[in-house]
């Protein structure tokens, strides 16, 4: 017979045949809200995608202890309208957890409107083993802390405006010239062995000249009129609607070119036979796409979702 005791499945006590019909049991009995711990001698990992698969995404797992000896876990049912929050919102409220996203090439920018489940799914990723992850960051003690995140979110539009200007817009006018200059380089020298770097090369004219078009519109209307509905002078029935939209488009192109690139490249391996020049390359890439996540987070779904809700309002 299983033990619960305060709130405590033991299952290394349950015939195996009966482990999950009882851990199962035990959930649908819960009320909203309410939950237990499981306790086990292995991780209970098979139990998340099961209670996944059969009763949808209606709770909520935390490892509490993983090992080597005992596995302890806490289920809970969520309350019934609270859902998952999506990549960009996570992101919004912690971007500390952007690396981890980072990590598994998770899209939270272009693609933030996703849960993790969903983002997971469709690369195959083990979803349990990223959210473990998200919740470790909350955790993380004073002896080993991830870098204090800037307080994006709690800053006023028109300052988070001038901030992604001087430096995102500045780190990308700034890396153009040594993308472009590098980019054909390798193509030239290595293309031939390795066709791939052509379309890598013609990927990063795409980008800068993508990039040079697009902040030019935000730095000459979009930001402006965002700075205007700030200060409450936007008066002239000009809407910031339809250029957000466009915005978000291309941040859209950007998002595919760069991630062509990632695939292109083996997730910037450099092969054996790859020249100083060729690694270079690879590194600025790779910092120019993390750069970029955060540019069109911090746009996406702080700047431009703020502003559309302050014109709403008016």
Same mark, same amino acid.
């Given at each position: 017979?299983?033990?619960?005791?305060?709130?405590?499945?033991?299952?290394?006590?349950?015939?195996?045949?009966?482990?999950?019909?009882?851990?199962?049991?035990?959930?649908?009995?819960?009320?909203?809200?309410?939950?237990?711990?499981?306790?086990?001698?292995?991780?209970?990992?098979?139990?998340?995608?099961?209670?996944?698969?059969?009763?949808?995404?209606?709770?909520?797992?935390?490892?509490?202890?993983?090992?080597?000896?005992?596995?302890?876990?806490?289920?809970?049912?969520?309350?019934?309208?609270?859902?998952?929050?999506?990549?960009?919102?996570?992101?919004?409220?912690?971007?500390?957890?952007?690396?981890?996203?980072?990590?598994?090439?998770?899209?939270?920018?272009?693609?933030?409107?996703?849960?993790? %489940? @969903?983002?997971?799914?469709? &690369?195959?990723? /083990?979803?349990?083993? +990223?959210?473990?992850?998200?919740?470790?960051? #909350?955790?993380?003690?004073?002896?080993?802390?991830?870098?204090?995140?800037?307080?994006?979110?709690?800053?006023?539009?028109?300052?988070?405006?001038?901030?992604?200007?001087?430096?995102?817009?500045?780190?990308?006018?700034?890396?153009?010239?040594?993308?472009?200059?590098?980019?054909?380089?390798?193509?030239?020298?290595?293309?031939?062995?390795?066709?791939?770097?052509?379309?890598?090369?013609?990927?990063?004219?795409?980008?800068?000249?993508?990039?040079?078009?697009?902040?030019?519109?935000?730095?000459?209307?979009?930001?402006?009129?965002? %700075? @205007?509905?700030?200060?409450? &002078?936007?008066? /002239?029935?000009?809407? +910031?609607?339809?250029?957000?939209?466009?915005? #978000?488009?291309?941040?859209?192109?950007?998002?595919?070119?760069?991630?062509?690139?990632?695939?292109?490249?083996?997730?910037?391996?450099?092969?054996?036979?790859?020249?100083?020049?060729?690694?270079?390359?690879?590194?600025?890439?790779?910092?120019?796409?993390?750069?970029?996540?955060?540019?069109?987070?911090?746009?996406?779904?702080?700047?431009?979702?703020?502003?559309?809700?302050?014109?709403?309002?008016?």
């Amino acid at each position: 017979m299983e033990i619960l005791e305060d709130g405590i499945l033991n299952v290394t006590l349950i015939e195996p045949r009966l482990k999950h019909p009882t851990i199962f049991e035990h959930f649908d009995a819960l009320e909203e809200g309410e939950g237990f711990v499981i306790l086990n001698d292995h991780d209970p990992k098979p139990v998340y995608y099961q209670l996944l698969g059969e009763r949808g995404d209606i709770f909520i797992w935390e490892y509490l202890e993983q090992g080597p000896e005992w596995w302890k876990v806490s289920i809970k049912k969520r309350v019934s309208g609270e859902s998952d929050e999506t990549l960009g919102q996570i992101a919004t409220k912690d971007l500390r957890k952007a690396e981890i996203f980072k990590k598994y090439g998770l899209d939270f920018c272009c693609g933030g409107k996703k849960t993790v %489940k @969903q983002a997971c799914a469709e &690369k195959g990723l /083990d979803v349990a083993a +990223v959210e473990h992850e998200l919740q470790q960051a #909350e955790k993380q003690t004073s002896g080993s802390p991830l870098p204090r995140p800037l307080p994006y979110n709690d800053w006023k539009l028109d300052f988070l405006a001038d901030y992604v200007v001087n430096t995102h817009h500045s780190y990308v006018k700034a890396s153009i010239p040594e993308l472009i200059k590098y980019a054909d380089k390798i193509a030239k020298v290595h293309g031939a062995h390795h066709p791939e770097l052509l379309t890598i090369d013609e990927l990063v004219h795409d980008i800068c000249t993508e990039m040079t078009e697009h902040m030019e519109k935000e730095e000459s209307f979009v930001f402006p009129y965002i %700075k @205007q509905l700030v200060s409450a &002078k936007a008066n /002239d029935g000009t809407s +910031v609607q339809k250029p957000i939209e466009l915005m #978000e488009q291309e941040h859209e192109i950007v998002g595919k070119n760069l991630s062509d690139i990632r695939m292109l490249s083996n997730n910037y391996k450099l092969p054996e036979d790859a020249c100083t020049s060729y690694g270079l390359l690879y590194k600025m890439l790779e910092e120019f796409e993390g750069d970029m996540f955060t540019h069109i987070h911090l746009e996406n779904n702080i700047l431009f979702k703020k502003a559309l809700e302050i014109e709403k309002s008016r």
